[in-house]
T-cell receptor
Framework: DAKTTQPPSMDCAEGRAANLPCNHS???????VYWYRQIHSQGPQYIIH???NNETNEMASLIITEDRKSSTLILPHATLRDTAVYYC??????????FGPGTRLSVLP | DTEVTQTPKHLVMGMTNKKSLKCEQH?????MYWYKQKAKKPPELMFV???????INESVPSRFSPECPNSSLLNLHLHALQPEDSALYLC?????????????FGSGTRLTVV
């Protein structure tokens, strides 16, 4: 079973920041937080991952709370092409990726 | 090359047909995966290969038969499928010996069983 809880859907205005929350209250100390997204009818695409510290790359920022029980994926300037299902996954070394329902993000013009 | 290539992109097959899905990667990844995704549902893990050996079979019916001929290639042989097996079949690969590795997914094969 997926170990995360995400809102089923969110809307965001084009050009604004999209903040996607994820609860993982039972996360273990050796589990990483990963974010993937899936644009319609394509394979999931890796976005970012982290263990404790906040992370940033060219796609997004990942903010993990100090107690690690929740995190937020931030797309700083959402575009229409960011419309997708976003999956938050917690996973330790040796475990496989288990996808939950994710959040369907709609970026609106 | 940083891609996972899946062929064909679309496949329509009858319930008595035998067909195969192919997945290829040239990133030196030694772990490869098959996932099945029904419409509006998340991907579900089917099989895991590690160093060309089957390490996980998630109770998948025998009408699905995976094969890993070498470290770059993963096949999924299909036989006597049912209409409910219609789905997007995703292949992924990863490095098998790094603690925080992610998976690289292909674009999938959309299978329709008629």
């Amino acid at each position: 079973d997926a170990k995360t809880t995400q809102p089923p859907s969110m809307d965001c205005a084009e050009g604004r920041a999209a903040n996607l929350p994820c609860n993982h209250s039972t996360i273990s100390g050796n589990e990483y937080v990963y974010w993937y997204r899936q644009i319609h009818s394509q394979g999931p695409q890796y976005i970012i991952h982290g263990l404790k510290n906040n992370e940033t790359n060219e796609m997004a920022s990942l903010i993990i709370t100090e107690d690690r029980k929740s995190s937020t994926l931030i797309l700083p300037h959402a575009t229409l092409r960011d419309t997708a299902v976003y999956y938050c996954i917690v996973r330790a070394y040796g475990q496989n990726f288990v996808f939950g329902p994710g959040t369907r993000l709609s970026v609106l013009p | 090359d940083t891609e996972v290539t899946q062929t064909p992109k679309h496949l329509v097959m009858g319930m008595t047909n035998k067909k195969s899905l192919k997945c290829e990667q040239h990133m030196g990844h030694r772990a490869m995966y098959w996932y099945k995704q029904k419409a509006k549902k998340p991907p579900e893990l089917m099989f895991v290969y590690s160093y060309e050996k089957l390490s996980i079979n998630e109770s998948v019916p025998s009408r699905f038969s995976p094969e890993c001929p070498n470290s770059s290639l993963l096949n999924l042989h299909l036989h006597a499928l049912q209409p409910e097996d219609s789905a997007l079949y995703l292949c992924a690969s990863s490095q098998a010996d790094r603690e925080n590795y992610g998976y690289t997914f292909g674009s999938g094969t959309r299978l329709t069983v008629v």
